[in-house]
């Protein structure tokens, strides 16, 4: 064979070649906009179902396609001593902390030591509160601001990569606008489980919430994908990714992405009404 027949028997199969991964990449294309397409379709009908039932909807309907994994947590012994040592040496002089492997930590602002005046003051935001105040602060982020007239909570929620782990908080007490108690969850030894598995979309998750809710002239602020932990005395345990709902007067909802079904609080209530 003589070269130039080589070089041209050559480019025929790379063009071939890129002629195929350009089909295959346009029919992948094609079958994800197909899909996008349906998601779209059940969203649309959604809308149309929470206004039939007199909900109304302040944040678009997530229309995330993809594979999630459960979480598996692995429980951590800690004592005081060593929660203690990871948050500021300054802070530990005027705190009281109360640590419980299965409910978490409770911080208290050492009034006998400390004059309330010097608690941390929210003006300043929360990123030093979360740097300096608790143990792993970096892995939280604010979730919930409730103050009014310088009282209330404010709520802060732990991350695993990009998703929230829900019902893993800081809880933090405000008086004159000052932070004069906290109460810490947290995972520490969290991984995600081999096996993936598709997700129920955000829509499906919605259908089951009207017919928990039904015709309440509700608002729903917020549809977000992310984990939800029970509190659950065992060593080991999984967590599902779910839907989060929260309804404009507070009620936050759990629905599991795998499933459909209700988690936590509300659903443990509605075992309890059927019983």
């Not at 998601?39 to 959604?46: C, F, I, K, R, S």
């Not at 977000?224 to 936050?252: H, N």
């Amino acid at each position: 064979m003589d070269l130039g027949k080589a070089k041209t028997i050559l480019i025929v199969a790379f063009l071939f070649l890129n002629g195929l991964l350009a089909y295959q990449l346009y029919l992948k294309f094609a079958s994800d906009q197909d899909y996008l397409n349906i998601l779209q379709e059940e969203v649309n009908e959604v809308e149309e179902l929470l206004a039939k039932h007199r909900i109304n909807i302040n944040v678009p309907i997530p229309l995330d396609a993809t594979d999630m994994a459960h979480l598996k947590v692995l429980r951590e012994l800690y004592y005081v001593e060593d929660v203690m040592d990871k948050i500021d040496p300054i802070i530990q002089l005027h705190v009281t902390m109360d640590v419980n492997t299965f409910q978490g930590i409770h911080y208290t602002w050492n009034r006998e030591t400390n004059n309330q005046a010097e608690a941390y003051d929210i003006s300043m935001g929360y990123k030093e509160f979360l740097d300096n105040y608790v143990v792993n602060g970096y892995k939280y982020e604010l979730q919930k601001e409730d103050i009014v007239n310088g009282n209330g909570e404010v709520i802060f929620v732990q991350y695993y990569g990009r998703h929230p782990i829900y019902g893993t908080t800081i809880i933090a007490t405000v008086e004159n606008n000052k932070i004069i108690e906290w109460y810490q969850q947290m995972i520490t030894n969290v991984s995600f489980e081999p096996q993936k598995r598709p997700i129920l979309a955000a829509a499906t998750a919605l259908r089951k919430l009207v017919t928990i809710i039904g015709n309440s002239k509700a608002v729903i602020e917020k549809v977000e994908l992310g984990y939800y932990s029970r509190s659950i005395d065992t060593e080991t345990w999984l967590l599902p990714p779910v839907w989060y709902i929260e309804l404009k007067d507070g009620q936050r909802f759990y629905i599991n992405a795998f499933t459909g079904e209700l988690e936590g609080l509300q659903a443990q209530a509605n075992v309890g009404e059927d019983q």
